[in-house]
């Protein structure tokens, strides 16, 4: 069964300072990785992807994650943080085989930018 | 394009009443789904479908009811409202298929209040 966990329900950041949002998973298989994230009032939108090949992922906003197999991990980052990325984040794992319901999400994590 | 509509935005249900939560979709996405999202419990999939007139059971399907007769259209029904569907419940919609790469397109979401 694969799992996704979210460390910190809630990250606050001051303007201009890093962004470190915390994803580990669990697969017995080659996972596929994503994060999105949802604005108040919208549904969610893809960041980024990990599918194959380089394990440093670009998306959308300045944000990156990698994709550490030892770790098991797929953490988020943006350097410097803007007003504009309050919203919350979803890690989201699932497999190259598998059903259409096999897609499982983390329990989100809420990103506070400070003044 | 729209992407995903979803409608009612916002809606009040008195316990076991019933109603239909729209969702339509103008992408030619063969794949749908319902998700419903509680605080601090991420998405769980309520209903899922892989084309018109084909539909499966997520992981939270119980006292809810879906059909898909065309490709734009997933409307998901709620009988007896209890105040355990009170939630936010999200459509999406994915072009291909299986639990890989697919990248889900979302609606705005719809807040159902049962009391």
């Known amino acids: 069964a694969q799992s996704v966990t979210q460390l910190g329900s809630h990250v606050s950041v001051s303007e201009g300072a890093l962004v470190l949002l915390r994803c580990n998973y669990s697969s017995s298989v080659p996972p596929y990785l994503f994060w999105y994230v949802q604005y108040p009032n919208q549904g969610l939108q893809l960041l980024l992807k990990?599918?194959?090949?380089?394990?440093l992922v670009k998306g959308i906003n300045g944000f990156e994650a990698e994709f550490k197999k030892s770790e098991t991990s797929f953490h988020l980052t943006k350097p410097s943080a803007h007003m504009s990325d309050a919203a919350e984040y979803f890690c989201a794992v699932s497999f190259s085989s598998g059903s259409a319901r096999q897609l499982t999400f983390g329990s989100g994590t809420q990103l506070t930018v400070l003044p | 394009n729209a992407g995903v509509t979803q409608t009612p935005k916002f809606r009040i249900l008195k316990i076991g009443q019933s109603m239909t939560l729209q969702c339509a979709q103008d992408m030619n996405h063969n794949y749908m789904y319902w998700y419903r999202q509680d605080p601090g419990m991420g998405l769980k999939l309520i209903y899922y479908s892989v084309g018109a007139g084909i539909t499966d059971k997520g992981e939270v399907p119980n006292g809810y009811n879906v059909s898909r007769s065309t490709t734009e259209d997933f409307p998901l029904r709620l009988e007896l409202a209890a105040p355990s569907q009170t939630s936010v419940y999200f459509c999406?919609?994915?072009?291909?298929?299986?639990?890989?790469?697919?990248?889900?397109?979302f609606g705005a979401g719809s807040r159902l209040t049962v009391l």
């Open positions: 990990y599918t194959t090949g380089a394990t």
């Open positions: 999406a919609s994915s072009l291909t298929g299986g639990a890989g790469a697919n990248v889900l397109t």
